[in-house]
């Protein structure tokens, strides 16, 4: 393994790498934002919900979580065009991310959400809170604690996911790193070097979520 060559060829290529980070990175992010706001608002339904619109929201959580990434990538960037919704790449990996993401932030917030006791929800009701109200001052904040572990698995997932965006021409950091693959044949370097930005990036996502998570932390 010759690492001053690879770290030569990295400086050379260094602005199309920088850019392909910086795409990863606000790929990642707004996938992982908007997803969990929608699936915020799946797991509300799933817990809440009536009978129908149940029903439905589970269909789409069920069919997106048993839905490799890969395949919902091809299918929204492919199967949208077909039917009259034209999307770039980049759009519709960042779709199809967001949907990924939704379907697994709203089982883990519709878990967090029925943990909680009962009377809890009784008592808000009880003073006359509205359900807006109850879930921002009352269900929220004690769903949050468990939510936020398992959240932060999905939004390193979501990370991960993003490298197979390279597969519709997405110019995220992998596919950057396979074009000075291309010109230098410094395979393992490479692909080693682009391994350990992601394991950067995660880390970071991790430390922040711990942080987070001694912030909310109840005394003891």
Excluded at 76 to 81: A, H, K, P, Q, V
Excluded at 130 to 137: D, L
Excluded at 139 to 158: G, K, S
Excluded at 176 to 196: C, D, K, P, W
């Amino acid at each position: 393994m010759d690492i001053l060559q690879a770290l030569d060829a990295v400086w050379a290529a260094r602005w199309p790498i920088l850019e392909g980070i910086q795409h990863t990175l606000f790929i990642s992010i707004l996938s992982i934002i908007m997803g969990t706001i929608l699936g915020v608002g799946v797991g509300l339904i799933l817990t809440y919900g009536n009978r129908w619109i149940r029903f439905l929201v589970r269909l789409y959580s069920d069919f997106l979580r048993g839905t490799p990434v890969f395949v919902l990538i091809l299918a929204c960037f492919y199967i949208l065009s077909v039917v009259g919704i034209q999307l770039t790449a980049y759009q519709a990996g960042i779709f199809a991310l967001t949907l990924f993401c939704s379907s697994h932030v709203g089982e883990i917030v519709r878990g967090a959400l029925q943990a909680i006791p009962a009377g809890q929800t009784e008592a808000a009701k009880s003073i006359g809170l509205t359900f807006r109200k109850m879930f921002v001052s009352v269900l929220f904040p004690q769903a949050l604690r468990q939510i936020l572990p398992t959240w932060v698995n999905t939004a390193t997932e979501i990370v991960k996911a993003s490298t197979l965006l390279s597969i519709i021409g997405v110019v995220e950091l992998l596919l950057s790193v396979q074009q000075v693959i291309s010109r230098t044949f410094l395979s393992l370097e490479l692909y080693f070097f682009a391994g350990f930005v992601f394991f950067l990036i995660n880390f970071a996502i991790e430390k922040v979520g711990r942080l987070v998570e001694r912030k909310i932390a109840i005394p003891t």
